[in-house]
């Protein structure tokens, strides 16, 4: 029953039907060597092929390649105000409609799990076109207080259109 979601009792608690599927966000971004290659420092990764372009091509990559969860801060990162496409952002936010509304109500917010899946090496150099959408709400009871969850998926695509990345993150609200 996605979008619609019954408490421990069978009661409807709330019924986001109207947010899955819909845009959270989109852009354009380039890769860039010096995040990329200090957030495998922050990581503790001394691994050289995030270092040395040449190590990189050696271990068959066509540049620097990014350290697997990247994806966590790539929209940081190269996101210059001229390759912003000319029709904007989403008219609506439903990550702030759904957590903002929840929000106002008290409680608090976690960043749950995040899921990285890789459909070809992300490297230095690329230029990449990124949509978000929502993929699922949900709602969980845990004692007396409720949990919601809200599962946004990012894809970011090479220039010939085809998938690079798709991160899965969770986004969760507990009253």
Known sequence: MTGQYANLQGDAVADFSEYIGMPTSKGTLVV????????????????????DAGVARKAGFDDIPSPPTFG???????KWA?????????????????????????GMVLHGEQEFTYHRPLTV???????????????????????????????????????????????????
Request: charged content about 25%; overall charge negative; glycine content about 8%.
């Open 125 to 175: 150099g690329q230029r990449l076109t990124y949509e978000g959408e929502v993929a699922d709400i949900y709602e969980k009871q845990t004692g007396e207080r409720t949990m919601t969850f809200m599962v946004i998926v990012d894809t970011y695509r090479n220039s010939e259109g085809e998938p690079v990345l798709s991160s899965t993150m969770n986004l969760i609200h507990r009253s």
């Open 72 to 78: 966590f801060s790539i929209q940081n990162w190269g």
């Open 32 to 51: 860039e060597r010096a995040p990329l290659t200090n957030f495998a420092a922050a990581l503790g990764d001394e691994n050289e092929v995030y270092r």
């Open 82 to 106: 001229e390759l912003q496409p000319s029709d904007g952002q989403p008219d609506r936010n439903p990550m702030m409609e759904v957590i903002g509304a929840l929000m106002s109500e008290g």
